[in-house]
């Protein structure tokens, strides 16, 4: 029992977070694009750095390289003059310079493959910013659309203003003429008093006509 409603539970807890996300899913991808620009700016600050230590690495290392060129023709000098103390402390010197022109070299090395490592990751990472930018404008005119189109499906498919403008129009079509009602009732009063079977015999000649008739007119003209 405990097992189901945990589990009730946490699905209950899943659609509610899919809920919210839908609902606040343009927040929630203006916020995720904003966490990578600040990763990005983190990861191009920490590339500016490795740059600046390379270009570093690089002035030392031709100094040290410019150092050893030098030393190398004082040695040489020395030992033509028969200075051989001089030379050999030349000789130290030298040896140093040379074992740190090689680490140096190894430092500049790792330092730009580092480098250049980093600078791929930001120039991917700032591809995909573009490309998350433009998907939100689009999820933007996607939920507009949406937004529209809901409003636009209640407005239509409301019973209240469409409804009732068609039930007004069917009142207003569908309600009876007031004229011929009024000559029904003429009819039916006239039925029920037998005038139509009086006016009927009348004008089949049995009995004195009911009406003036233009033949009766006709005939009194001729007779004057």
Do not use: Y
Request: charged share 30%; proline share 1%; no cysteine.
């Amino acid at each position: 029992m405990l097992t189901t409603l945990r589990t009730l539970m946490i699905g209950a807890n899943a659609r509610a977070e899919d809920r919210v996300r839908d609902a606040f899913a343009l927040e929630l991808i203006d916020q995720k694009i904003r966490e990578t620009e600040g990763q990005l700016r983190a990861a191009k600050g920490t590339l500016a750095s490795l740059i600046q230590r390379q270009r570093s690495e690089t002035r030392m290392l031709e100094a040290v390289q410019t150092r050893i060129v030098s030393m190398t023709a004082r040695a040489q000098d020395a030992l033509e003059a028969g200075r051989e103390e001089l030379a050999q402390q030349a000789a130290e010197a030298i040896a140093t310079m040379e074992n740190e022109a090689v680490l140096r070299r190894q430092t500049l090395d790792r330092l730009e493959a580092q480098a250049t490592r980093l600078r791929a990751s930001v120039e991917k990472a700032h591809r995909r910013i573009i490309d998350l930018k433009q998907g939100a404008i689009t999820a933007r005119a996607i939920r507009r659309e949406q937004q529209m189109q809901t409003r636009l499906n209640s407005t239509i498919g409301s019973t209240s203003s469409a409804d009732e403008a068609e039930e007004l129009i069917q009142r207003v079509i569908g309600k009876d003429d007031p004229f011929e009602q009024s000559g029904i009732l003429q009819e039916i009063d006239a039925s029920l008093n037998h005038d139509t079977v009086e006016a009927r015999m009348a004008e089949a000649g049995f009995g004195p006509a009911l009406k003036v008739t233009a033949a009766e007119v006709m005939d009194r003209l001729r007779k004057t």
